[in-house]
């Protein structure tokens, strides 16, 4: 089976305090730790079992500038056969639909089976998998937690409210979208990275795609983010201070009168 | 402005909570909308869920086909291509459903779509203004939003407060007629219910709840040891499942548990809506986190700003002594 799976790099939010730059323009970059997008790994994953069940190939594709490369190669050091970086200034600002497009664009260059992507990523808006299936005009199933390869169709579970799975026959060619839990992504080691270390990653702009500048980045965008700013949610916690025993003894108080020690 | 429509979805006969919320969304976007609400389904639940329905919209839209009988995103998406005007903007609530069905729709109706909003700022011209989360509730952003050929704005459920108190004494229009071709190439097959686990956290009015602070399977201890010392229950966010650390159980959230109990300790977790969804009755909620700007501690009752690996054993300890 021939798979494609689209993988975004984004701040670490484990390894980072996301906080907003002195503008509100954007987060503060400067010495924010990157990794690939935690669904995105599960979907590797998943596309590697897969491969190594039945045979083919996996490909990685992100949209991204240079440095989007190391994601690539971190995938491909977990058993990935190929990566391709879409990269070109004129993609920048691209909405989810703009990068839709440009994925759709590399779909249309191979000859894939199944294409997977990450439930969400670092905006949380979930949505370049549906968008692509609906370009490419091809079946779709968000947040698969099970794959079942069935001939040319595919069993596929989704997660649904309350741990609840809703089965589902797929036929492909289709996209899924992968919910985390569905496998362990295996670990990578400086051994397997070493390894990619100097495969050929092709690199592919607005002409070698056959995507018009025009339909993608910021112009093109119907969505833009315009700032960005610290939530106020509610009134926030009474914040108990001062030495660990103190602190204790608060809590404490606190927990008998709501009924929190038996 | 264009119409506004909201796809209402229903389980056992009974609309979602999401029905009440997005009409007041709508409201946000335009006061004096006139907002027509969808129904799909088969059978005499969807006449129930569509006369229920009707008490809060003007006007119900009811479409019944064995096609749609489940909730297949595949199939209504076909449907609201099929039935829906093209400037249309439709609300469609930011669950697993709602996750399924939009972003194909927005392309097909090729229309802009605007996900997981969680609060809306209003319209200036055919520009819409909505509020947004990003990395994981972190940080927000205002939003622009390009409505001139139609949207579809997925709602967070919970962000929008119902208002119980109107009857709107709507009609019901059996649109099934309209549906036209509805075959996809995804076929609803069955739901498989969630596993019970050893111990039922939704029975518990104390929750020790761990979540990726723990970093590491021999920490949870350290919560059960706690959890024992209180005499609670260890539960925990998705993280923690997903790493096996725990059954699923023993997940509270939207794709996990509803738990409802007296007091909740989250421990190193940062309070994500799907985890917050998951948690009802309001409790008394303590986090504990190391990090003082986590989301957790806008919805806490009280924090405390500490390295769970430190604090818990030291509360253990405390709380032994009594
Ligand atoms: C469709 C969908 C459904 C989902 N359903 C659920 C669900 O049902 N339940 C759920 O929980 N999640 C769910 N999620 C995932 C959710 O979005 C979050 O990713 C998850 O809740 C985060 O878990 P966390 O808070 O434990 O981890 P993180 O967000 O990584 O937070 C860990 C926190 O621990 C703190 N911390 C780290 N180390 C320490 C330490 N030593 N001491 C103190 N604090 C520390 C950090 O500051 C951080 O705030 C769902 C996601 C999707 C897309």
Not at chain 1, 20 to 27: K, M, P, Y
Not at chain 1, 125 to 148: F, R
Not at chain 2, 169 to 182: H, R
Request: hydrophobic letters at 40%; glycine letters at 10%.
């Amino acid at each position: 089976m021939e798979i494609l799976v689209c993988v975004k790099r984004v701040p670490d939010t484990a390894e980072n305090e996301i906080e907003v730059n002195g503008s509100g323009s954007d987060i503060e970059r400067d010495d924010l730790v990157y990794s690939v997008n935690e669904w995105d790994n599960y979907a590797v994953e998943e596309a590697i079992q897969i491969r190594d069940n039945v045979g083919g190939s996996v490909t990685v594709v992100t949209v991204g500038d240079d440095e989007s490369e190391e994601v690539l190669r971190r995938e491909m050091a977990m058993g990935a056969d190929n990566g391709i970086l879409l990269t070109d200034d004129a993609f920048e600002g691209s909405d989810g639909k703009g990068i839709a497009t440009l994925l759709k664009a590399a779909v249309e260059k191979g000859k894939y089976d199944l294409i997977l992507t990450g439930a969400q990523a670092d905006d949380g808006a979930g949505q370049v998998g549906g968008m692509l299936a609906a370009m490419l005009d091809v079946p779709y199933a968000s947040l698969v937690n099970k794959i079942e390869v069935a001939g040319d169709k595919l069993k596929v579970g989704r997660e649904i409210e309350g741990g609840n799975q809703e089965m589902n026959e797929i036929s492909m060619p289709c996209v899924l979208s992968i919910q985390t839990g569905i496998n362990e992504p295996r670990y990578v080691g400086i051994r397997g990275i070493r390894k990619v270390a100097s495969v050929e990653i092709p690199e592919l702009g607005a002409g070698d795609l056959g995507v018009d500048a025009g339909v993608v980045g910021e112009g093109a965008a119907k969505v833009k983010r315009v700032d960005y700013f610290v939530p106020e949610l509610g009134e926030g916690a009474e914040m108990l201070e001062g030495s660990t025993e103190e602190i204790i003894a608060k809590l404490i108080e606190h927990l008998k009168a709501k009924g929190g020690l038996k | 402005m264009a119409d506004i429509y909201a796809y209402i979805t229903h389980r056992n006969g009974v609309a979602d909570d999401s029905a009440l919320e997005l009409i007041e969304a709508a409201k946000k976007i335009d006061a004096g909308a006139a907002v027509t609400a969808i129904v799909t389904g088969s059978g005499s639940e969807l006449d129930q869920v569509a006369d229920a329905v009707a008490a809060t919209y003007p006007k119900v839209l009811k479409y019944a086909s064995d096609a749609l009988a489940y909730p297949n995103a595949e199939v209504v998406c076909k449907l609201l291509v099929n039935v829906l005007p093209a400037d249309a903007i439709l609300l469609v609530a930011h669950d697993t459903f709602g996750m399924d069905l939009s972003p194909g729709l927005s392309i097909k109706l090729d229309s802009a779509f605007v996900s997981d909003v969680a609060d809306i700022e209003g319209v200036d011209g055919s520009t819409l203004k909505v509020i947004r989360q990003e990395y994981s509730g972190m940080v927000s952003t205002h939003v622009t939003c390009d409505i001139s050929a139609g949207a579809v704005i997925n709602v967070r459920p919970g962000c929008f407060a119902p208002d119980e108190s109107k009857s709107a004494g709507g009609t019901v229009e059996d649109k099934s007629g309209d549906a036209g071709d509805l075959s996809t190439g995804r076929t609803f097959l069955e739901v498989v219910e969630a596993e019970v686990g050893d111990v039922d956290i939704t029975k518990s009015d104390v929750l020790v709840s761990v979540g990726r602070g723990i970093e590491d399977e021999e920490n949870i201890e350290i919560a059960q040891e706690l959890a024992d010392a209180m005499g609670a229950v260890v539960s925990c966010s998705r993280p923690i499942v997903d790493a096996k650390w725990l059954e699923k159980s023993r997940q509270v959230g939207t794709s996990g548990q509803t738990v409802k109990p007296k007091v909740y300790m989250a421990c190193g977790i940062s309070g994500s809506f799907q985890h917050m969804g998951g948690i009802k009755g309001s409790p008394f909620i303590v986090a504990i986190n190391k990090n003082v700007k986590a989301p957790i501690f806008q919805v806490a009752d009280v924090g405390i700003e500490a390295d769970i690996l430190e604090f818990l054993p030291e509360l253990t300890e405390a709380i032994g002594e009594l």
